[in-house]
């Protein structure tokens, strides 16, 4: 009897260990936007094939909309493990010192998605995401959100009619220079407190891809859009370093491949989302979509591609020459 229970106990102790065993390995993976924009719908993507990649072995655990932590937070809680996967805008890289993905902030670098996948799939990309290996931080790879849009209670047609408005940015020094060339008045917001300060007064109008206009509700509390696409806004899919480097190789190899496939169905929705998006703000009827004609286009450029050079200090003038280079662009003789 007493070796029986011996037995029994043993088996147990067994069944136990195969249990722990076979828990599955958490990643939490945190962002500041809803679920149903581009990179919300794109992690969840990557949640489920990660799951089936690995066969169960890893639960991805998505935490949409600020839930878990705000802009300011997010990368450093991701260096110190709190959570485990971040997709945030590239220009969080900056107060982390590796200003030069504040490039991706210039206005009018890109002129299309054709132009700024030379550059994210590219050479320049990858270096730039290498840049991270000693912020204890590794990049996967770059998402798409899209090109910006200007959001205000007044229409803003004319580079003059940005004198005086308080435009919120996210905070970049790249996005500061460039409001201030347009003679407004940067205000540096958080993302999740911005939708309550255009209602109030607090700011005047905001820049923002329509996917994030759209679900943030902010075209309840703003006249009119100017369908400017004057800017980009991405981000990178970035984990904790030793934390990636301490999973088994065949199950990074499984996230890898989820990773590349997840990339692609975020890049391929962005468009289409920031389309559906405009046309939703539209038919809502709360706020008039302005578009530009070419001269007012043309206007716009020539004032804002200034901060090309203003910032070649801070950005470096060899990575703002080598993106020319990769898209093609004339920014330099306008």
Known sequence: MKRTSILLGLVCLGLAFVA???????????????????????????????????????????????????????????????????????????PLGVKEFEVFDLP?????????????????????????????????????????????????????????????????????AQMKALGASPQVMAFSEVYQALQTGVVDGTENPPSNLYTQKMYEVQKYVTHSNHGYLGYAVIVNKPFWEGLPADIRKALEEAMAESTQYANDIAKQENDDSLAKVKASGKSEIIELTPEQKLAWKKRLVQVHKEMEGRIGK????????????DCGKL
Request: one cysteine or more; glycine letters at 8%.
């Open 20 to 94: 722990q065993a076979e828990e599955p390995i958490v990643i939490k993976f945190s962002h500041v936007v809803a679920s149903d924009t581009p990179k919300g719908k794109a992690a969840e993507h990557f949640a489920k094939v990660a799951s089936e990649k690995t066969k169960g072995r890893v639960k991805v655990e998505v935490y949409p909309n600020s839930t878990l932590y705000k802009d300011k937070e997010e990368v450093e809680a991701l260096q110190l493990g709190s959570v485990q996967m971040l997709a945030p805008s590239l220009a969080k890289f900056a």
């Open 318 to 329: 060899d990575l703002i020459e080598s993106i020319y280079k990769a898209t093609g662009c």
């Open 108 to 176: 009018y670098i890109f002129d299309d998605y054709e132009q700024l996948h030379a550059v994210t799939e590219g050479p320049v990309g990858k270096s730039l995401l290498d840049k991270l290996g000693d912020k204890g931080i590794l990049g996967l790879a770059y998402w798409d959100n899209g090109f910006k849009v200007m959001s205000a209670n007044k229409p803003l047609r004319e580079v003059k009619d940005f004198r005086g408005q308080k435009m919120r940015i996210q905070s970049s020094k790249v996005l500061e």
